[in-house]
């Protein structure tokens, strides 16, 4: 079965140019509940970790330098199949192919400065969460 949590990142892109309050009140609308959040600007081991899946990828240095550009706002999201339901709230990496309403279609300017992250499996959301918040953060609710 589905879990029903995921780990987003709203990226420095957005946080920046403060849009990180509409994108919240959006992934409210459509049924997320917020179950951990924090403002925080990651170094570049951080980064690199995070993303280590991405490596051996031309757009890895680049990402890298992007997410420690300034600070970011990781948050635990829970909601039903969490991890397909925030794919489609956000959209499609590239956002000129991301539909309509979703936070990339509204607030993404390019596939690498995206607007926003979201877990691709439930293993990586529960890995992804453990990321960025304790253990004793993630316990209630
Ligand atoms: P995200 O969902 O956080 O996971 C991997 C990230 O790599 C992706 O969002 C983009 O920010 C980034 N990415 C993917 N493809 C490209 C690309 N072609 N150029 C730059 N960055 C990319």
Not at 22 to 46: D, H, S, Y
Not at 51 to 56: C, F, L, V
Request: with cysteine; charged share 25%.
């Amino acid at each position: 079965m589905a879990g029903n949590t995921t780990l987003t990142i709203i990226k420095p892109d957005a946080f920046g140019a403060g849009k990180a309050g509409k994108i919240v009140a959006l992934l409210e609308e459509k049924g997320f509940t917020i179950k951990a959040a924090r403002v925080m600007q990651l170094t570049k081991a951080q980064a690199g970790e995070f993303y280590a899946i991405h490596r051996e990828r031309p757009f890895y240095a680049e990402l890298v330098q992007f997410m420690t550009s300034g600070p970011c706002m990781p948050m635990v999201l829970e909601k039903a199949s969490a991890v397909s339901a925030l794919r489609d709230a956000i959209g499609a990496t590239d956002p000129a192919e991301a539909a309509a309403g979703t936070v990339r279609k509204l607030y993404a300017e390019s596939k690498g400065r995206n607007a926003i992250h979201a877990s691709d499996s439930d293993e990586n959301a529960q890995r992804e969460a453990r990321f960025f918040f304790a253990e004793t953060e993630l316990l209630w609710g």
